[in-house]
């Protein structure tokens, strides 16, 4: 099993150009999460999916960001316009049956907007 | 929803002492604690989780330890070793469907 995997694993562009993370969870987990990691503020959580359906999207700081899950397979996650405020590294997790299972964390993307 | 206070925030350990980290939650009805840990620069891990059904756990050199009554779990490192330096986290499990992980704990072991 590759595990979770992300893409790309570093991304740096300029303020306002559009960014997109993508993501493949391990194969059989039906939940996804899209978490966002920064010093100040700690791992948070943006959104997570159930069964390919978006459930809590309350995390998402705003409506620059978004995200999809078109199928069981793969997840993005978008931001556009990006700002400098949006630098952090952004990490995919999956698991079988939310969050009372063990997560599996991909190896993040490392995002820095200039 | 469930509120989970983790400290201390930052804890240094001399290298083969040992190291506890402590988490207060707050919904009587959890019943899934897990810690994960991350090391610079990569993924958090899962290391070791344990469920309301039982009081302790243990894996080589670290265990957790649940009280119910007083509604805290625990993480204990014994004989600590350099390679345990890392990020700590008792993410807070709201309903089953989703953990909230925080700043956790900055465990560093001191040669």
């Known amino acids: 099993d590759a595990g979770v995997i992300q893409s790309p694993r570093h991304e740096v562009t300029e303020m306002g150009q559009e960014v997109t993370l993508r993501c493949k969870p391990i194969?059989?987990?039906?939940?996804l999460f899209w978490y966002r990691q920064t010093m100040m503020r700690g791992l948070e959580l943006l959104i997570y999916f159930n069964n390919n359906v978006p459930i809590d999207d309350s995390g998402m700081p705003e409506d620059r960001f978004s995200a999809k899950m078109p199928n069981a397979s793969f997840s993005t996650l978008k931001i556009q316009p990006s700002e400098p405020r949006d630098s952090a590294v952004y990490f995919c997790?999956?698991?079988?049956?939310?969050?009372?299972?063990?997560?599996?964390f991909g190896s993040g993307t490392r995002l820095t907007v200039v | 929803g469930e509120n989970v206070e983790q400290h201390p925030s930052t804890l240094s350990v001399q290298e083969g002492d040992s190291a506890v980290i402590k988490c207060t939650y707050s919904d009587s009805a959890s019943n899934y604690f897990p810690w994960y840990k991350q090391e610079l620069g990569k993924r958090p891990q899962l290391i070791i989780d344990i469920r309301s059904n039982v009081g302790e756990k243990k894996d080589q050199r670290i265990a957790v330890t649940l009280n119910k009554t007083a509604k805290h779990f625990s993480l204990h490192i014994t004989e600590t070793q350099p390679e345990d330096s890392a990020v700590y986290f008792c993410p807070s499990n709201f309903g089953n469907e989703k953990l909230t992980f925080g700043t956790g704990t900055r465990l560093t072991i001191i040669p």
């Open positions: 997790a999956s698991s079988l049956g939310g969050g009372a299972r063990g997560y599996t």
């Open positions: 194969s059989g987990h039906n939940s």
